[in-house]
T-cell receptor, first 109, second 114 residues
Framework: GQNIDQPTEMTATEGAIVQINCTYQ??????LFWYQQHAGEAPTFLSY??LDGLEEKGRFSSFLSRSKGYSYLLLKELQMKDSASYLC??????????WGAGTKLIIKP | SQTIHQWPATLVQPVGSPLSLECTVE??????LYWYRQAAGRGLQLLFY??????ISSEVPQNLSASRPQDRQFILSSKKLLLSDSGFYLC?????????????FGDGTRLSIL
C-alpha cells in the first residue's frame, strides 16, 4: 500500500532550527512536495524534490534520499509565524499526490 | 498571475440536504483541477480530479459527485449529505502535463453537517 509517515507534533524555540522528517512508500515516485498549512487555511507550496540532495530556499531547505524513501524539511531561524502544520506529499506513478497527515509545529518564544 | 476562487468559505447544512461548492481558476488555461477533503488532524484525501472539460476521475466511492462544465470551473455536489461529509473541502489546480509543478489551493470551504 501507499503510506506517508511524519511526526504528529513538534515543538521548537524561536530563533532555533527544526527538522521535520517524512518517510514515504508509494507506487512509483515522481517527486516529494512540502506544503505549509496555517490553522484554518489552505496549504501553500514550499518545496519540491525529485533528485537526491538538498534544495535551499532562504530559511527553508528540503532534503531527499530516494533510496531510503526519506525526506526532511529544515527550518532555520524560526519565527513565531512558522507555527503551522507541515505536509509531506509524494507523487506516485499516476502523478497523484499521496499526502501525510501533517506535522504540527509549535514555536515557543 | 493565476488565482483560484472557492466559495462559500463556511457552510452549515442539515443531513439529507443537497450541496454545491464551486471553484474557478483565472489566469491559466487547461488546468488540472482537484477536489480534496481534509478531516481534522488528517491528511488530504483526493476526491476527484479532472484533466479537461467533462473529464472527471473519482478516487473515493461516496455520495459526492463533481462536474467541470467549463475549462476553469469545477463543481462539487451531493444530492443528500451525510454526517460523515463534514470537513474542510479544498479545490486545487496545477499545470496540465507538468508533474513537477505544485498544486495551488483555494481558500477552502468548511462544511458542517448537523
Amino acid at each position: 500500500g501507499q503510506n506517508i509517515d511524519q511526526p504528529t507534533e513538534m515543538t521548537a524555540t524561536e530563533g532555533a532550527i527544526v527538522q521535520i522528517n517524512c518517510t514515504y512508500q508509494t507506487s512509483g515516485f515522481n517527486g516529494l512536495f512540502w506544503y505549509q498549512q496555517h490553522a484554518g487555511e489552505a496549504p501553500t507550496f514550499l518545496s519540491y524534490n525529485v533528485l537526491d540532495g538538498l534544495e535551499e530556499k532562504g530559511r527553508f531547505s528540503s532534503f531527499l534520499s530516494r533510496s531510503k524513501g526519506y525526506s526532511y524539511l529544515l527550518l532555520k531561524e524560526l519565527q513565531m509565524k512558522d507555527s503551522a502544520s507541515y505536509l509531506c506529499a509524494s507523487m506516485d506513478s499516476n502523478y497523484q499526490l499521496i499526502w501525510g497527515a501533517g506535522t504540527k509545529l509549535i514555536i515557543k518564544p | 498571475s493565476q488565482t483560484i476562487h472557492q466559495w462559500p468559505a463556511t457552510l452549515v447544512q442539515p443531513v439529507g440536504s443537497p450541496l454545491s461548492l464551486e471553484c474557478t481558476v483565472e489566469g491559466t488555461s487547461n488546468p488540472n483541477l482537484y477536489w480534496y477533503r481534509q478531516a481534522a488532524g488528517r491528511g488530504l484525501q483526493l476526491l476527484f480530479y479532472s484533466v479537461g472539460i467533462g473529464q472527471i476521475s473519482s478516487e473515493v466511492p461516496q455520495n459526492l459527485s463533481a462536474s467541470r462544465p467549463q475549462d476553469r470551473q469545477f463543481i462539487l455536489s451531493s444530492k443528500k449529505l451525510l454526517l460523515s461529509d463534514s470537513g474542510f473541502y479544498l479545490c486545487a489546480w496545477s499545470v496540465l502535463g507538468s508533474y513537477n509543478q505544485p498544486q495551488h489551493f483555494g481558500d477552502g470551504t468548511r462544511l458542517s453537517i448537523l
